[in-house]
């Protein structure tokens, strides 16, 4: 007689994995809607509430859509309106902690272009630019139709910085004052497109079946647009004052506009970066420029208005920005959300951070604004350093 053998055990069906090691072996990375609005209207203020997710938001999915009525003649706007199309249809965002405390507040073309573009904290290479995403979608100037991406992020290494979002009476606020018409167009067109905006969250799951939580949870990393003083005369030599931070630094992304509003490239030929006067970067702008090409993989400077082509070797770099990164612990270049934050710089609310012009460059349309967008870590407790999720 012969008995039976078993083909195999049937295998568990479960995800957990033996306690032990770090909060990412835990969990799983998710995703769900916040909301959508189909038609807030130029000029109006977006501000759903947020809905809870199971675990700890990373960041906000964002994207902006004008779907064509129909119209025609449109004429995208000269100066800053056209130059910062299509991200200025948000005049402003503001994301805040559940107590208050601002995260992330600045205009559209600042929050949705060069925060990405810069931080690392989206996208690798090419995909940082959110122009080079596929959801994107150029201006139709005759029917004002267009549609990008982008991305509100919170967590600033792998799953560092995140937010709770399991607790509906905790979490983060979103606030999008949308601009008007004519800040995009100089002739609008007869039918306006009708505007949606849509936010998801991306997220961690609550891991199972074992007591962890992310690396130093209630740690933020905050940016906030700000103007320095005082403002550039052309050809001026000036010292010009960051407003004061504090805090661990990750970026540094500088903006230059003039009078009227315009990104401009009238940069001294040798800036200089001082931290309480001890200068930090003595450098030719030309090789300012050639870092930002091994940190950020950003090219030379494009024509204001125009979009390199999917699929190019580096994306042009936005005229009248430059960057500085302090997330180059591993390598010279930028590995997005893999840094080991040796090389943040250490800042207090008394340290003072300066830029030198001796001289600056020619302003056509002067005095010129020098503003400033930090990434500005502030740890809930000591910094965490290494790679703490592995």
């Known amino acids: 007689m012969t008995s039976g053998l078993a083909a195999g055990k049937p295998q568990p069906q479960t995800t957990m994995q033996p306690p032990g090691g770090p909060f990412i072996r835990h969990t799983q990375q998710g995703r769900r809607i916040q909301w959508i609005n189909a038609n807030p209207g130029f000029g109006n203020i977006v501000a759903n509430p947020m809905v809870a997710s199971p675990g700890y938001n990373r960041g906000y999915r964002m994207k902006f859509q ?39 507040s600045g205009p559209g073309y600042e929050m949705l272009k060069l925060l990405q573009l810069y931080s690392g904290q989206f996208g690798t290479d090419e995909t940082q630019d959110v122009q080079q995403l596929p959801s994107w979608t150029g201006m139709t100037a005759a029917s004002g139709a267009f549609q990008f991406a982008s991305y509100l992020p919170f967590e600033f290494t792998k799953a560092y910085g995140v937010i709770s979002g399991a607790n509906a009476s905790l979490l983060p606020t979103l606030q999008i004052n949308l601009a008007a018409a004519g800040t995009l167009f100089s002739t609008l067109p007869s039918v306006l497109p009708t505007l949606q905006v849509q936010c998801e969250s991306d997220f961690y799951w609550l891991p199972e079946g074992v007591a962890i939580e992310p690396p130093g949870i209630g740690s933020t990393c905050q940016y906030v647009y700000q103007p320095s003083n005082p403002t550039i005369p052309s050809a001026g030599t000036q010292i010009v004052q960051f407003p004061r931070l504090g ?31 001890v200068p930090l970067i003595d450098s030719d702008i030309a090789t300012i420029f050639d870092d930002m090409a091994i940190q950020f ?35 010279q270049r930028g590995f997005g959300l893999m840094d080991t934050g040796e090389e943040f710089l250490s800042t207090n609310p008394g340290t003072q951070i300066e830029i030198s012009g001796t001289p600056w460059g020619t302003i056509t349309n002067s005095p010129a604004t020098l503003n400033v967008v930090v990434g500005q870590v502030v740890p809930s407790g000591a910094l965490i350093q290494g790679l703490p999720e592995v």
């Open 247 to 277: 805090g661990y630094l990750t970026h540094m992304i500088l903006e230059l506009r003039d009078s009227t509003g315009a990104r401009v490239d009238g940069w001294p030929t040798r800036p200089r970066l001082l931290v309480d006067g």
């Open 297 to 331: 993989g950003v090219g030379g400077s494009s024509v204001a208005g125009t979009q390199t082509a999917a699929g190019t070797v580096q994306t042009p770099r936005p005229v009248g920005t430059i960057a500085f990164s302090r997330k180059t612990a591993l390598a």
């Open 66 to 104: 004008a779907l064509p009525g129909g119209g025609t003649g449109g004429v995208i706007g000269a100066g800053a309106g056209g130059q910062d199309a299509p991200y200025d249809v948000a005049q402003l965002i503001q994301v805040k902690d559940a107590f208050g405390t601002p995260l992330i």
